[in-house]
């Protein structure tokens, strides 16, 4: 089973639409550790990382997002995986 860890950056309405917290429940659904915050210019960063197909779902997902957000742009950008990260969560 291959790993895979990515930054990611969500930018567009993805404030003030519960954001992090659909992206925490997805990323648990998939069996995926890391984290997610808001970033002061009103853009989101996540870091997720775990089995590579997961990571793959997941980041579909970031470029839909939850029902109330508008996403814009995703950018990626692939981490050496670290393999001891466990568990998500929101940063704040």
Not at 67 to 89: D, I, M
Request: net charge positive; with cysteine.
């Amino acid at each position: 089973m291959a790993t895979r860890r990515v930054r990611v950056r969500i930018e567009g309405l993805v404030q003030g639409v519960y954001f992090r917290a659909h992206t925490e429940e997805e990323a648990i659904r998939l069996g995926l550790a890391g984290w997610v915050r808001n970033q002061p210019d009103g853009a989101v960063e996540a870091m997720f990382e775990g089995e590579e197909t997961a990571v793959e779902r997941m980041l579909a997902w970031c470029h839909r997002g939850p029902p109330r957000s508008l996403v814009r742009k995703v950018s990626v950008r692939s981490e050496t995986p670290q393999g001891e990260a466990t568990g998500f969560a929101i940063h704040y």
